[in-house]
């Protein structure tokens, strides 16, 4: 049997669909009805501009209104813009997903020269307004002369009725009979929290329209955005007589309390509650830094200036537009309050969809307005779409070239917020490695003597003291000790103290092969020690290894630790009594065990890892001296006992922080020490 016919959709399904698993928010109804509302008013513009609307004033004033009635459980959202006949309504509104916006672009596609500003693009936008109302009507009139009004009913989006409308000026009115669920958008201040959340930007002037039975009682809570009136007068007065009105009260209410000379009311008009016009969609050249800072301020609500911004403005292959702020980090843990604005045609999507903005970006404040972005159905998220790799691709490029360019142009002012910025791109590299090729001659390692190089001029700097190497520091009050040893021989050594600077460790080795990267602590370079000249006898060699045997002796006796590997060397700095060093390899896997401690396989994996730690003692110190003459000496024994204990834990201070149990430990030996040498003095 062969048939063909139309698929059908059952509405007391379908509603059900829309309610609970179409949109996420229930608050995202607004978006959708402003939304039309918007491209009600755009198409109409459209129209006039293509010379198929000649009849409307080209001075024309478009808006939306948002209208609340508390006490009927009524809102509306009306505009002024092209309005249906009933044939459209039954194409637009009785056909689910038939989209009016794609049917206009469509049909107007030649003379609208490919430029696509429409929101809509699945035709279920509409049906939203259920999630929040039991009834909607619709009041339209269109703007093609001669045409007659017309007016749509549904009562629980199941069973809808047609008649005559008595509408008579161009434009549409939606009107939510507001279900119990929906009645906290009756309350103006929810209401404006979603316009302002989802509408900010859109492109038609917005306006909140308060109608209550006792105007006193709102009076002091007027906003610039808001009309308030009474019940009386939403019944009698058309739209344009309102707006009239409220300029009216307005200009009233600026002129002198005190009996100055009357002068002419100036009429002004209501401020709108959104930005039609927002700074991403103009020039970067005619955008000043002033404008560029307010706007960061008014979206993001940081009382600091950014850093610097990228202002992107791309047409081709796709468009995209935008504005990225590198915020100043007043602490570290503000790397987390990134926040990337998604836009569609000015219309809000969502914050941070990975898709789109590179993942480290995502650290970063900005906004971004892509109207070919792949959305799915209910505009929340994308679906799968070369174009968007194409975006990340393009983002990326423009991060990189504005490093670069600030690099080149000002060094000075670039070091000067490096240590703001340097987390956002160090781990951006490690997630991008194209990045980081792009980057690399401006990525900079910021030095113990207070210096900003690159890895290329550290190298430089330091090859004939330590070649194809480079020191770093991970706490600098910790390990004072070892940076005053490097400074004492004109060494330094970079400064890597944020969490992304242990990867990043591993990927500059990684990124610079034959380069070894490891921390002050790691090993001690032969600048560090005293060299003695010609080659050693056989017997000083002995007396070195002798040497060596009875430190390691005494230590693990002392200790009681027989596995510690002990070493006596010259340092140069004799106010030194011992370091303790840990392989690079060692503590990279201590490192490890602390980030997956909590995971079973990892935690057999390291069970019988133990750190290879050295301690290192400085023959050149004097309490190394004595304790290499006192070594097997029992009228020495005490003394030799509480010095290797002293010894060791100021080495390990240097290291790690002591234990509770090991600080008690050193305060109470501390006191002992002082008290022998008070005895010693009398």
Not at 125 to 141: N, R
Not at 298 to 315: E, G, Q, S, T
Not at 449 to 472: C, M, P, Q, R, S
Not at 550 to 571: C, D, H, P, T
Request: proline letters at 3%.
């Amino acid at each position: 049997m062969n048939e063909k016919g139309n698929l059908s959709i059952n509405s007391e399904n379908f509603l059900p669909i829309i309610k609970k698993w179409l949109y996420t928010d229930k608050d995202i109804f607004i978006r959708e009805l402003v939304s039309n509302a918007c491209d009600a008013v755009t198409k109409l513009k459209k129209l006039m501009i293509m010379g198929e609307a000649d009849h409307i004033p080209a001075d024309e004033s478009f808006s939306v209104h948002v209208v609340l009635n508390k006490d009927e459980k009524i809102m509306q959202i009306v505009d002024n813009g092209i309005g249906m006949t009933d044939e459209e309504i039954k194409k637009y509104i009785n056909q689910i997903a038939f989209s009016g916006a794609t049917d206009f672009l469509s049909k107007y596609e030649e003379k609208a020269d490919g430029d696509n500003e429409i929101i809509g693009h699945f035709g279920l936008g509409f049906y939203s307004a259920f999630m929040v109302a039991d009834k909607v009507e619709i009041d339209t009139l269109s703007y093609l002369p001669g045409a007659a009004a017309a007016k749509w009913s549904c009562a629980d989006g199941i069973d809808y009725e047609m008649a005559d409308g008595t509408r008579t000026e161009r434009g549409t009115t939606i009107t939510l009979h507001v279900s119990e669920d929906g009645e906290e958008f009756l309350d103006e201040s929810k209401m404006y929290e979603a316009l302002q959340k989802y509408c900010a930007f859109m492109p038609v002037p917005i306006f909140i329209d308060v109608i209550t039975n006792d105007e006193e009682k709102v009076e002091p809570e007027k906003k610039d955005n808001t009309i308030h009136i009474s019940q009386e007068e939403a019944a009698t007065l058309t739209k344009d007589e309102i707006l009239a009105k409220a300029n009216k009260d307005k200009a009233e209410e600026t002129e002198s309390a005190e009996g100055s000379e009357k002068e002419e009311e100036k009429e002004e008009e209501p401020k709108p509650l959104n930005d039609p016009s927002p700074l991403w969609l103009k020039q970067p050249k005619d955008c000043t830094d002033e404008e560029y800072k307010a706007f960061y301020h008014k979206v993001f609500f940081d009382l600091n200036d950014p850093l610097f911004w990228i202002h992107l403005n791309m047409d081709y292959p796709f468009r995209l537009k935008g504005i990225l702020y590198f915020p100043k980090l007043v602490e570290q843990m503000d790397v987390v309050e990134g926040q990337i604005k998604l836009y569609s045609n000015q219309v809000y999507i969502a914050d941070n969809i990975k898709e789109v903005v590179p993942e480290f970006l995502l650290l970063l404040k900005g906004v971004l307005d892509c109207p070919d972005m792949p959305l799915n159905v209910s505009r929340s998220a994308l679906q799968n779409d070369g174009y968007v790799e194409k975006m990340n691709s393009y983002i990326t490029k423009k991060v990189a070239d504005k490093l670069n360019q600030l690099f080149k142009a000002d060094r000075t002012a670039y070091e000067g917020f490096w240590d703001d910025i340097g987390m956002f791109f160090k781990y951006g590299c490690m997630r991008e490695e194209k990045l980081y090729d792009k980057i690399k001659d401006a990525l900079l390692l910021k030095t113990t003597d207070g210096v900003y190089e690159t890895v290329a001029e550290y190298l430089e700097k330091n090859k004939e003291k330590h070649e194809n190497k480079i020191f770093f520091v991970t706490d600098e009050a910790q390990q004072a000790q070892y940076i005053r040893m490097f400074k004492e021989q004109g060494l330094e050594a970079a400064i890597l103290t944020s969490p992304v600077d242990k990867p990043f460790v591993s990927f500059l080795e990684y990124k610079n092969p034959g380069v070894k990267v490891q921390r002050i602590d790691a090993d001690i370079t032969d600048t560090l020690q005293e060299k003695t000249e010609g080659e050693e006898s056989e017997a000083k060699k002995q007396a070195d290894a002798f040497a060596n045997t009875q430190m390691e002796n005494l230590f693990r006796g002392v200790l009681g630790n027989e596995n510690l590997k002990v070493k006596a060397e010259n340092l140069k700095a004799q106010n030194v009594s011992a370091m303790i060093l840990l392989s690079e390899e060692s503590r990279r896997m201590m490192e490890m065990m602390e980030a997956y401690g909590d995971n079973e396989m990892y935690k057999a994996m390291f069970a019988q890892v133990k750190p290879d730690e050295t301690l290192v003692l400085n023959k050149s110190n004097k309490l190394v001296q004595f304790l290499m003459d006192a070594a097997g000496k029992e009228d020495k024994k005490e003394d030799c006992d509480m010095i290797c204990h002293q010894v060791y834990d100021l080495a390990l201070m240097s290291h790690r922080t002591l234990t509770s149990e090991e600080m008690t430990a050193f305060i109470d030996r501390s006191n002992q020490i002082l008290e022998k040498l008070a005895e010693l003095e009398k």
